[in-house]
């Protein structure tokens, strides 16, 4: 069974602060990696992804991978309460993706 | 360009009932997916294809059948409904998936099964 893990929240920040989203997998084979944000009842949209080692940043947003640890992050930076969602965590695998439960994130103003 | 689009977004289902969730892309994807996602969960892989013709199981396929005789459409078919069957369904289809290009998934809006 290949898994994805995610702290489990809820994750409560003010307006401003930083937003620290985890996420372990199991399969030492995935390639790339992805985070998507879900606003309630809506569908999951992409955010990011990463596939190298280290950080990658998109405006207010930073993933970082470590492969050998088995484990990427999500930084968000001044965290707005647009933010305000469940970030789901997803690894590649084989023609797939495995999703991890979710992290739901309140930005509190 | 409608992207990934799901018919119908609600529906309530009486036990031992019978229904198809459609799903269609316009984006030439060759890879489909249908996907669940109980309250508080993430998302459960049912069936998946990587082309017309070629379907295989996901991690939770009992209850579940597809098809993909077109390379737009993957509609889902849910034969004698029961309550464990009561969830959100999202389809999504990519180009390709993961790799160096970072090629995701696009989802479509989903629909809300209810089995009574």
């Known amino acids: 069974q290949k898994e994805v893990e995610q702290n489990s929240g809820p994750l409560s920040v003010p307006e401003g602060a930083i937003a620290s989203l985890n996420c372990t997998y199991s399969?030492?084979?995935?390639?790339?990696f992805f985070w998507y944000r879900q606003y309630s009842g809506k569908s999951p949209e992409l955010i990011m992804f990463?596939?190298?080692?280290g950080d990658k940043e998109d405006g207010r947003f930073t993933a970082q991978l470590n492969k050998a640890s088995q484990y990427v992050s999500l930084l968000i930076r001044d965290s707005q309460p647009s933010d305000s969602a469940t970030y789901l965590c997803a690894v590649n695998n084989d023609y797939k993706l495995s999703f991890g439960a979710g992290t739901t994130v309140t930005v509190r103003a | 360009n409608a992207g990934v689009t799901q018919t119908p977004k609600f529906r309530i289902l009486k036990i031992g009932q019978s229904m198809t969730l459609q799903c269609a892309q316009d984006?030439?994807?060759?890879?489909m997916y249908w996907y669940r996602q109980d309250p508080g969960m993430g998302l459960k892989l049912i069936y998946y294809s990587v082309g017309a013709g070629i379907t295989d199981k996901g991690e939770v396929p009992n209850g579940y059948n597809v098809s993909r005789s077109t390379t737009e459409d993957f509609p889902l078919r849910l034969e004698l409904a029961a309550p464990s069957q009561t969830s959100v369904y999202f389809c999504?289809?990519?180009?390709?998936?993961?790799?160096?290009?970072?090629?995701?998934?696009?989802f479509g809006p989903g629909t809300r099964l209810t089995v009574l």
């Open positions: 990463i596939y190298s080692n």
């Open positions: 399969d030492r084979g995935s390639q790339s």
């Open positions: 999504a289809s990519s180009y390709t998936v993961g790799g160096a290009r970072g090629d995701t998934q696009y």
């Open positions: 984006m030439n994807h060759n890879y």
